[in-house]
C-alpha cells in the first residue's frame, strides 16, 4: 500500500501524522520517505538517503515511531521527475510504503492521499489547492491553547470526505488510524 502525507502549508504536522501512522500502525512495516524540496545552491538536482539511525530529524524520527526503513529525498525545483526512478526503486522493493509529501501527486498515484490542515496556519501552496479533491480524507491539527483559526471553513471541494481531528504528541486518532488500517488490511503490501 502506499499512502501519501501533504500539506495544506509547510510546518502543519505532516510528519507528526506520518510517524503517528507508523507508530499505531506496526503491522504495516512501513517505508517512510519524506521529500523536500532544495534551492538552486545545491551540487546535484536531487539525493536519495537511507537514515539508519533514530535521531531528531523526521527521517530519523520515522525510524524511532517503528518504520522499517527511512529515506530522504532532497530535490531540487522542478528535478523530482530524474529522482523518480531511484525512487520507485525504493517502493518496488517495500512492501508498505508512506510518504511525506504533497508534490509527488504529479507523479504517484497512492493508495490513500491524506491531506493535514491546520486552521492555525493561513496561507495554502498551490500544490495543496491542487490536489484538494484528490485527497481521501482530511486530517485537522486542533490548534493550540489560545490560537484562533485563521480560516474557519475548507473549501465546498472537500465537503464529503471523512475529517479526522489529531492532536499533539500523537498527530493520530482512534478513528484516523482505523480509517488506514481498513485500507491497510485491504490492501497490504500493494503499493504503487
Not at 93 to 98: F, H, V
Amino acid at each position: 500500500m502506499l499512502v501519501v502525507v501533504g500539506g495544506h502549508s509547510r510546518n502543519v504536522g505532516k510528519s507528526a501524522v506520518v510517524a503517528g501512522l507508523i507508530r499505531a500502525l506496526p503491522e504495516g512495516h512501513w517505508t517512510a520517505i519524506k521529500i523536500t524540496h532544495h534551492g538552486h545552491g545545491a551540487q546535484e538536482s536531487f539525493s536519495l538517503t537511507r537514515n539508519t539511525v533514530p535521531d531528531d530529524s523526521d527521517t530519523g524520527r520515522f525510524l524511532a515511531s517503528g518504520a522499517s526503513q527511512s529515506w530522504w529525498l532532497r530535490a531540487a525545483p522542478g528535478s523530482l521527475p530524474e529522482a523518480l526512478q531511484e525512487l520507485r526503486a525504493v517502493l518496488a522493493a517495500s512492501g508498505n510504503a508512506i510518504i511525506e509529501s504533497t508534490s509527488i501527486l504529479n507523479h504517484l498515484t497512492p493508495d490513500l492521499f491524506l491531506l493535514v490542515v491546520n486552521p492555525s496556519v493561513v496561507d495554502w501552496k498551490d500544490s495543496a489547492l491542487r490536489f484538494l479533491e484528490r485527497a481521501d480524507a482530511l486530517a485537522i491539527v486542533t490548534p493550540h491553547e489560545g490560537v484562533s483559526p485563521q480560516w474557519k471553513q475548507l473549501s465546498d471541494r472537500v465537503g464529503g470526505k471523512p475529517r479526522f481531528p489529531v492532536s499533539p504528541p500523537g498527530y493520530t486518532s482512534p478513528a484516523l488510524v482505523a480509517f488506514v488500517g481498513e485500507r491497510l488490511r485491504l490492501l497490504p503490501g500493494t503499493s504503487r
